[in-house]
């Protein structure tokens, strides 16, 4: 399974971004699918995640509110609506695919960078 993340860039805080992430290489069929971020000197962390079936959702309380996963299976593809920025959420923005329960995220994107600008 490959993942490629796309439309990051940079954007004035209070500004808004939709990030996205298409899934290939052969059947997919995951359990859920998550995006994370690593800011410059910082730990990598958890922001949201999906589930493939049923679609619930899940939030870190630093992004909820403002932050809206979304996913379309027919396309194998998992969005990530950024509004209300801050120049806090300055990362590297990637995304993540686990695909039994219980098991960790095996597949990982290969990041795309947002700015904010205060």
């Known amino acids: 399974v490959q993942l490629q993340a796309s439309g990051g860039g940079l954007v004035q805080a209070g500004g808004s971004l939709r990030l996205s992430c298409a899934a290939s290489?052969?059947?997919?069929?995951?359990?859920?699918m998550g995006w994370f971020r690593r800011a410059p000197g910082k730990e990598r962390e958890f922001v949201a995640r999906?589930?493939?079936?049923?679609?619930?959702?899940y939030y870190a309380d630093t992004v909820k509110g403002r932050f809206t996963i979304s996913s379309d299976n027919a396309k194998n593809t998992v969005s990530l609506q950024m509004n209300n920025l801050k120049p806090e959420d300055t990362a590297v923005y990637y995304c993540?695919?686990?695909?039994?329960?219980?098991?960790?995220?095996?597949?990982w994107g290969q990041g795309t960078q947002v700015t904010v600008s205060s």
């Open positions: 290489g052969g059947t997919f069929s995951m359990f859920q």
């Open positions: 993540a695919a686990q695909s039994v329960q219980g098991g960790t995220y095996e597949y």
């Open positions: 999906i589930r493939w079936s049923g679609g619930s959702t």
